[in-house]
T-cell receptor, first 117, second 118 residues
Framework: NAGVTQTPKFRVLKTGQSMTLLCAQD?????MYWYRQDPGMGLRLIHY???????AKGEVPDGYNVSRLKKQNFLLGLESAAPSQTSVYFC????????????????FGPGTRLTVL | AQTVTQSQPEMSVQEAETVTLSCTYD???????LFWYKQPPSRQMILVIR??????QNATENRFSVNFQKAAKSFSLKISDSQLGDAAMYFC???????????????FGKGTKLSVIP
């Protein structure tokens, strides 16, 4: 079981370039999430998905797009990168709706460090 | 919207001693979940301990325990017999049982950097 994996681990972009971050999970989780982590800010939710083919905006969605074409994959896209998007990006996944008492904890990937010059 | 506050940006503890990290949160919900995550230099987010609001008993996981004060909206983490490997960023997180769209999203505090002195 690989858990949650992210590709790539590091990336440097120039302003205006585009890229896609790939997240994959092998735990058959329904829910997947993309967070960004900035110094002194904790983790903030960018977008999330509650199932294949569905996505929704989180706290800081501007400048990002996502797609969930397959249950196990969740892609995060930057169409025109900006220096403000320099950050560490984390993907996470969890089970879906559960009964009371289930923590439905999120499992995190190792993160991607993105630098936009 | 819920908020999570960690008022100690940095803390230090002597090896083998005990340290307590503070976390407070603001919510109008009566049932919710609270978590502490550890982030070592490797960057991996590791779940340390969790607590459901309707359970009055404080959670314990080996050397890690919490002091959950629901009325005060406080959720502190106690690390006993601190070890060098405990040095990391620690994040407190809140999750609603249901958040409209059913996202189960986590709201994180800004973190506390813990150093362990040999």
């Amino acid at each position: 079981n690989a858990g949650v994996t992210q590709t790539p681990k590091f990336r440097v972009l120039k302003t205006g370039q585009s890229m896609t971050l790939l997240c994959a999970q092998d735990m058959n989780h329904e829910y997947m999430y993309w967070y960004r982590q900035d110094p002194g800010m904790g983790l903030r939710l960018i977008h999330y998905s509650v199932g294949e083919g569905t996505t929704a905006k989180g706290e800081v969605p501007d400048g990002y797009n996502v797609s969930r074409l397959k249950k196990q994959n969740f892609l995060l896209g930057l169409e025109s990168a900006a220096p403000s998007q320099t950050s560490v990006y984390f993907c996470a996944s969890s089970y879906g709706m559960t009964l009371r008492g289930s923590y439905n904890e999120q499992f995190f990937g190792p993160g991607t460090r993105l630098t936009v010059l | 919207a819920q908020t999570v506050t960690q008022s100690q940006p940095e803390m230090s503890v002597q090896e083998a001693e005990t340290v307590t990290l503070s976390c407070t949160y603001d919510t109008s919900e009566s049932d919710y979940y609270l978590f502490w995550y550890k982030q070592p230099p490797s960057r991996q987010m590791i779940l340390v301990i969790r607590q459901e609001a309707y359970k009055q008993q404080n959670a314990t996981e080996n050397r890690f325990s919490v002091n959950f004060q629901k009325a005060a909206k406080s959720f502190s983490l106690k690390i006993s017999d601190s070890q060098l490997g405990d040095a990391a960023m620690y994040f407190c997180a809140y999750r609603s049982p249901y958040s409209g769209a059913g996202s189960y999203q986590l709201t994180f505090g800004k973190g506390t950097k813990l150093s362990v002195i040999p």
